[in-house]
């Protein structure tokens, strides 16, 4: 696992007030929304802020969401192309 | 209206009303003490809730089922202060980020009545639901609105009603500043013996489940309250003269009365001249050197009297004074903050 898959376990935990979970709880391919970690829509703004203030990275297409959102691994894959910090 | 079941949360323990146990705190700052919210609410909703909605949700929910009651057909809540922690989160993220970048949980949550909301969507009613935030007379504003809602209107059978506050870090610090907490630190069991401005301010919450018609379960029975927002102190015996008469009682008639003395020597001789003049003769309750003061407070001083009157009996912590009665049929609540918002309710045994 690298240290951005770790970094934003980190920060989800952090962000979204996921009381008494660790990082090795949430696996790399399993999906934030729905079934998977159970992530709602207010999550999703929540997450769209995270990617802006640490990574500099500005959704401008808010369909994109929802394939960056899907996992771990998604959004990890779009933050090493896309950041700007 | 009938109070059927109650639960409170302060800084004392869960039995704190019965028990004869007296927790000493020192600080002038109280934090309510944590209860098992996750027996109640889900790991997911929980994250999102500031204190105020865990403790408004567990007692309010605690409070039906002593009732036997699943829903109510009115939701009515009292908070002088809102949910302040996450409007203090919202407003540092404000500074933080320079007004971008504001993620929405905090700002959600931090509107006076996300208490009320919350309760309703944890419930799932969709009746009347209402915030009153009016300083220390937030839950008396609830009590008379539960009295108008089932006097005007007959489908309301079932109100739940109480109160709640929590401190947060910045926005409580703030009260220091023109004195409404002690500049010294101070023991709670040296509050009402000081002679200093200010009081220890604390959170709590108290909820009461009530009902048009007498039940088997009912606790008490709440006659009647009042609100004045403006009383001099030399004026206070007349106008509780006033309120008792309204339902043909004297003073002399009370078998308690819950006072809420705070050790703000400014203000607490609206109390003392009570105690020295038409309740003399009548037993005196205190209990804000337990819980301390916040503007719900005063719904912990009903259930006070709720317990007293289902109980029949006083834990000795609560006495004032060296007066007894043989029986508690009738208890008189009397409460005010800085000497404004005074607050009257009157609750008779069932």
């Known amino acids: 696992m690298s240290d951005l898959h770790t970094e934003l376990k980190e920060s989800i ?19 934030l929304f729905g079934d998977g970690l159970g992530l709602d829509s207010i999550d999703a703004l929540e997450l769209i802020v995270l990617l802006e203030k640490d990574y500099g990275i500005k959704l401008t ?25 | 209206m009938y109070i059927n079941g109650m639960s409170n949360i302060s800084a004392q323990p869960d039995d704190f009303l019965t028990s004869a146990e007296i927790i000493d705190i020192q600080g002038n700052i109280l934090s309510a003490v944590v209860r098992p919210y996750r027996e109640l609410i889900k790991p997911m909703l929980l994250r999102r809730m500031s204190k105020a909605v865990k403790m408004g949700i567990y007692t309010a929910v605690k409070s039906l089922s002593r009732s036997g009651l699943e829903c109510p057909d009115a939701i009515l ?16 993220q ?3 980020s320079k007004e971008q970048l504001l993620t929405p949980t905090s700002f959600i949550q931090s509107t006076h009545n996300t208490v009320s909301g919350q309760i309703a969507l944890f419930l799932k009613c969709n009746g009347y639901n209402m915030t009153y935030t009016q300083n220390s007379v937030s839950f008396e504003s609830c009590l008379l609105d539960a009295q108008m809602q089932l006097e005007l209107d007959e489908d309301i059978q079932n109100v739940l009603i109480g109160a709640v506050d929590e401190t947060s870090e910045k926005f409580t610090g703030f009260q220091k500043l023109d004195g409404q907490i002690k500049a010294e630190t101070i023991l709670n069991k040296e509050l009402f013996p000081s002679s200093s401005p200010g009081s ?9 489940s009530i009902s048009r018609e007498k039940t088997p379960r009912s606790l008490a029975n709440c006659v009647g309250s009042k609100i004045i927002n403006e009383i001099q102190s030399s004026e206070i015996e007349e106008k509780v003269v006033e309120f008792l008469s309204e339902f043909d009682l004297k003073p002399e008639q009370m078998d308690a009365v819950v006072l809420g003395n705070n050790g703000d ?14 309740f003399n003769n009548i037993l005196q309750l205190n209990y804000k050197s337990l819980t301390g003061e916040n503007n719900s407070i005063s719904a912990i001083g009903c259930a006070l009297a709720v317990s007293v009157l289902q109980h029949q009996k006083i834990p000795k912590k609560f006495r004032a004074n060296s007066k007894s009665a043989s029986k508690f049929r009738r208890i008189l609540i009397y409460n005010q903050y800085l000497g404004r918002n005074h607050g009257f309710i009157l609750l008779e045994r069932p």
Not at chain 1, 13 to 28: K, V, Y
Not at chain 1, 61 to 85: C, L, V, W, Y
């Open chain 2, 265 to 278: 020597h400014r203000f607490d001789d609206y109390y003392q001249i009570l105690q020295q003049g038409i």
């Open chain 1, 61 to 85: 297409d808010p369909n994109q969401g929802k394939q960056i959102f899907n996992s771990i691994n998604t959004m990890a894959d779009f933050i090493e192309k896309h950041r700007t910090k």
């Open chain 2, 77 to 92: 809540v009292g908070t002088g202060q809102g949910c302040m922690q996450d409007t203090e989160k919202f407003m540092q």
């Open chain 1, 13 to 31: 935990i952090e962000q979204l007030n996921l009381e008494d979970m660790q990082p090795a709880d949430i696996e790399n391919n399993e999906a």
């Open chain 2, 200 to 208: 220890i301010i604390s959170e709590s919450a108290a909820f009461f």
């Open chain 2, 94 to 96: 404000i500074e933080e």
